[in-house]
Every structure is written in C-alpha cells, then in structure tokens.
C-alpha cells in the first residue's frame, strides 16, 4: 500500500466518523492540517515547511496546470 493510499484511507475514515458525531468535516481537516505541520516541523524547518504549505495553497485550483506543465 503506497503513502497515499494510507493517507486516503485514514483521512476518509475521519472523515466518516466526523459525519457520524455530526462534527464539521472542516475541523477535521483543520486538525489534520496541523499534525501534518506538527510532523514536518519534527525534520524540516519552518521556512521549508512555509514553502511547502505555499506551494500546495498556490496549486490548489484543481481547474488550472500547475506553471511547469505543458498544454
């Protein structure tokens, strides 16, 4: 099972949980946010976790090619 795979299946499981509390799906997301950062901040440093947390929020558009790719 590949790291996203592992990743997919436990978010969605929080996620499922989350609907059966009746919890806001946002909140969980939020969290989960926060211990991905917490996790990077163990072997990174702040400005490379910054760059990374800028990259992935400056590509979110799932409507537009990332600047490096081709039509």
Known sequence: MSA???A?????EALAEAART????DAVARCMLNL????????RSVKDVRAEL???ADNC???TDFM???P
């Open 22 to 25: 009746r919890d806001d799906p």
């Open 4 to 6: 996203q795979e592992i």
């Open 68 to 70: 490096f790719m081709r």
């Open 36 to 43: 991905v950062v917490e996790t990077y901040l163990k072997t």
């Open 54 to 56: 800028l990259f992935v």
């Open 61 to 63: 558009d799932p409507d």
């Open 8 to 12: 997919h299946r436990h978010f969605a």
